[in-house]
């Protein structure tokens, strides 16, 4: 039997000091959620000499950093430099000497930071380097632009370097009304508070005005002649389409603001009435966007704009909007595939050559738009074959690895969320590039001979040139999945591609809302599942056991199936947002498949759905030993047919 985690890490010693030390770890971890810097400073004397210990020592230190010293710091980067924790504390000292504007000091650290992954980090050298004149505006604009458009929270970094650009003329006033305006789309007020701020402090007061009552705002104002008043009407009128859509169409089309905004203003304003109709799987989207110039909208309202032409099927408007998208956006699988369809729609022979040629820029077996591609150019999902396993020499390579011993020890330990974080980073962050792709087959391998099933697809998923099937998609409780599946006439394949997606077959895995165990069920939905089955004495503990996890996840899928005419997607879709909401988004006109769930309101369960029927390809595929088509396991949706039974609305 292979070494545990643990004692391929070495040891603080054998016996009691080792088993305190770990016990100290997990007090630790509740310590520093606590921000308990006194109980973290008197734990962390148990844990020298554990493998864990800079773990532990980041923990203490990172309690406290705003107070503790330049040296004090430097030395704990020095004592575990080339570790992920030091890395780790350099990010998190970057952003205190960010807000404490030490320029000099942050732009020293900034060049030893190998992750170089945070936003916030990268405004802030963005912001040091102008401030010490080691860079013009002009020179940094692009990326603060990028980056603060992008964040999602109204944190203070990019907001800082966004107002010295804009206050040195590097970056246009009109940026600042951008980031206020995906703010209020987002119904994060804060977001744009903050970005009208910058402008002027004075006018946070209209900004909230206009979003804490927008039809108010809208019927008090006349004119809008200063631009100001423009954009704050703009944001009302987008406030207001959050609310509703239709209010805001019959707002927006008033004389005043017709006459009034700019081009640019009103195809925000259009394209969010848009957006949010299309949201409710409203006829109307298609009418609203047809008003928004698609040149001047942002890529998100694009993307909602192609999702509402679908659905309607213009594929005129599909191909045009598109067409319309950033380089980076039109790259993506989803709106290749899309693009290609509405191609061959055209009776152009260039046009249907074009369509051939983006297929096969993305037709593979990486995700649910690749399959479909690589269907249309008349392929089906065949499994590669396997590269040949890692050598004895790199198998001893990766599992002397200090930092990868270390991630599978903390997760051992039930630091889960810490080792992960260790072993992605030294998987795709310590050296530029992330590890070769026979690394990563090594380390995906010993992931997986640990049982850390997650680490070992996602491991496995970052090779460039090679595939291992058996990494990537592994059947573990095979002896329990699939005859449990088939007892009650589900097809094992979606069992396990549901499971890949819920859990990555982490047995003890719990989610954010409570949902529990390798098929992630609902403590609810376990109690009335159990119920239904007649599984005697059920209690909420065993749910993480895994024959008992499998019993009532499979049951709860079965019935969720039945209840929706064999569909596997609509099943999905229940599975993960509830069964009322699938019920909802099937009326209105009946599609293909793959249009409906591109047109699925929630972005997780849009994505959700994708990737269980995308799984649950290539698991047939291997339980079946032969070539598979995604789209076989699509079909049209729906209102529910006549002739079924009614919907069972006792169905958690």
């Not at 980041?58 to 704990?76: G, K, M, N, V």
């Not at 040149?295 to 659905?311: F, G, S, T």
């Not at 213009?314 to 067409?323: A, L, P, S, Y």
């Not at 007892?487 to 997606?501: K, M």
Request: with cysteine.
């Amino acid at each position: 039997m292979a070494q545990s985690a643990a004692a391929q890490a070495g040891a603080v010693g054998d016996g009691a000091p080792r088993a305190a030390a770990e016990r100290a770890l997990v007090e630790m971890r509740a310590a520093f959620q606590k921000g308990d810097a006194q109980r973290l400073a008197q734990l962390l004397p148990l844990v020298q000499g554990h493998p864990l210990e800079p773990l532990a020592a980041y923990w203490a230190l990172r309690a406290r950093l705003d107070s503790a010293s330049a040296d004090e710091i430097r030395a704990f980067l020095q004592r575990w430099r080339g570790t992920y924790w030091e890395d780790r504390l350099r990010n998190d000292w970057l952003l205190v000497l960010g807000r404490q504007q030490d320029w000099a000091t942050l732009l020293q650290e900034a060049i030893a930071f190998r992750m170089n992954d945070d936003p916030e980090v990268r405004c802030y050298t963005a912001l040091a380097r102008v401030e010490t004149a080691r860079a013009a505006p002009s020179e940094v604009a692009a990326l603060v632009r990028e980056n603060w458009l992008a964040q999602r929270t109204a944190a203070p970094g990019c907001a800082a370097a966004a107002q010295r650009l804009i206050q040195a003329g590097a970056l246009p006033r009109e940026v600042a009304w951008q980031r206020a305006r995906l703010g209020v789309e987002a119904g994060r007020i804060g977001i744009a508070t903050q970005a009208v701020g910058l402008l002027d402090p004075q006018w946070v007061g209209l900004v909230d005005r206009a979003t804490q009552n927008p039809q108010r705002y809208l019927d008090d104002k006349v004119t809008a002649v200063r631009d100001r008043t423009k954009e704050i009407v703009t944001l009302a009128l987008i406030r207001l389409a959050t609310q509703d859509p239709v209010a805001a169409a019959q707002a927006a089309d008033d004389l005043r603001w017709r006459a009034q905004l700019t081009p640019e203003e009103q195809a925000w304003v259009w394209g969010v009435i848009g957006k949010r109709a299309a949201l409710r799987l409203s006829d109307e989207a298609v009418r609203y966007f047809a008003r928004a110039n698609d040149a001047l909208l942002p890529d998100e309202l694009r993307a909602w704009k192609v999702r509402a032409a679908l659905r309607a099927g213009d594929w005129g408007m599909v191909r045009r909007t598109i067409e319309h998208m950033s380089e980076a956006q039109r790259r993506d699988p989803t709106w290749t595939y899309w693009l290609a369809r509405a191609l061959q729609t055209s009776p152009r022979p260039e046009d249907a050559a074009q369509a051939r040629e983006l297929y096969g820029r993305i037709a593979g077996l990486d995700g649910f738009y690749e399959k479909l591609a690589a269907e249309a150019l008349g392929r089906d999902v065949a499994l590669p074959p396997a590269p040949p396993p890692p050598t004895p020499a790199e198998r001893a390579a990766i599992r002397a690895h200090a930092g990868l011993q270390r991630a599978l020890l903390a997760i051992e330990l039930g630091l889960r969320a810490e080792g992960v974080r260790e072993w992605n980073y030294e998987v795709a962050l310590h050296t530029p590039g992330g590890m070769s792709d026979r690394e990563l087959l090594a380390a995906a391998e010993w992931a997986c001979e640990r049982g850390v099933w997650d680490r070992c697809i996602n491991t496995s998923l970052r090779t460039r040139e090679v595939v291992d099937i058996a990494q990537r998609f592994p059947m573990p409780l095979r002896e329990l999945v699939v005859p449990r599946a088939r007892e009650i006439g589900l097809d094992p394949a979606y069992v396990y591609g549901l499971i890949r997606q819920e859990s990555r077959f982490i047995t003890d895995a719990r989610s954010h809302v409570g949902a529990s165990g390798l098929m992630q069920v609902m403590p609810a939905t376990a109690r009335w599942t159990a119920r239904k089955i007649g599984l005697r004495d059920f209690e909420p503990h065993q749910i993480t056991d895994p024959d008992t996890n499998v019993r009532i996840g499979t049951a709860y899928l079965k019935l969720a199936l039945d209840d929706f005419e064999g569909s596997m997607a609509l099943a999905a879709a229940s599975y993960n947002a509830g069964p009322g909401r699938p019920r909802q988004w099937r009326q209105g006109p009946a599609l293909e498949a793959s249009v409906w769930i591109e047109n699925i309101p929630f972005d997780e369960t849009r994505d959700y759905v994708k990737r269980v029927l995308s799984n649950t390809t290539v698991y047939a595929a291997i339980l079946e030993q032969r070539p598979q088509r995604l789209s076989s396991r699509l079909g049209p949706i729906g209102p529910r047919p006549a002739t079924a039974r009614a919907p069972d609305t006792d169905l958690p």
